[in-house]
């Protein structure tokens, strides 16, 4: 099964004690939302991506869809209260990340990292071919961290029509196309 790199936790930080994920629930659903508004502050930081803040999160109703199928996870503190959620789907043959947030007080403590671990080992178990999703290309925690944990980068020749689908309709929501890219891990079963 594919093992996520351990590097990277920053050395010194005390984060919380044990988070562990778990399957998120339906009354989770409000703070999902508002974890993912938090972690969206990080872009502030970015004066042409400050929008971002400020933008739409993934709606209610996409939680309850992704909450259905069973996947839609929560890392959660020690009190069961989420801290961050990583909202993926199954598609074709593939786990497509859709979402990975974490409240941007617990961030940096390798709270995604054990998300996508989490997306990981479902699609091993579930026998699918790779984990899927789409980011920023040059942002330090998007595109840079992912190659990091083993994704890679797809150039256009490799990219799936779906992924480009994906692409072309975050660029008609704001996010131009040449600052996105897909990328993609293999599953080891």
Known sequence: ??????????????????????????????????????????FRLIEALSWLAVGDVQSAERHHEL????????????????????????VEQDLHIWEISVDHLHQGFGIGRK????????????GLEAVTLTTFRTIPWNCPYYERLGFRTLDETEMSPRLAEVLDLEAEHGLARDTRCAMRLTVDG
Do not use: C, Y
């Not at 790199?5 to 508002?34: F, M």
């Open 1 to 42: 099964m594919t093992q996520l790199p351990l590097d990277g936790i920053p050395a010194g930080k005390a984060g919380p004690s044990s988070v562990r994920i778990r399957l998120a629930r339906e009354d989770e659903v409000e703070t999902l939302r508002l974890i993912e508004r938090s972690a969206a502050q990080s």
């Open 115 to 126: 998300l996508i671990q989490q997306a990981l080992d479902h699609a091993a178990t579930h």
């Open 67 to 90: 909450l259905a199928q069973g996947t839609n996870w929560a890392a959660v503190s020690e009190e069961d209260a989420p801290v961050g959620f990583l909202s993926a789907e199954v």
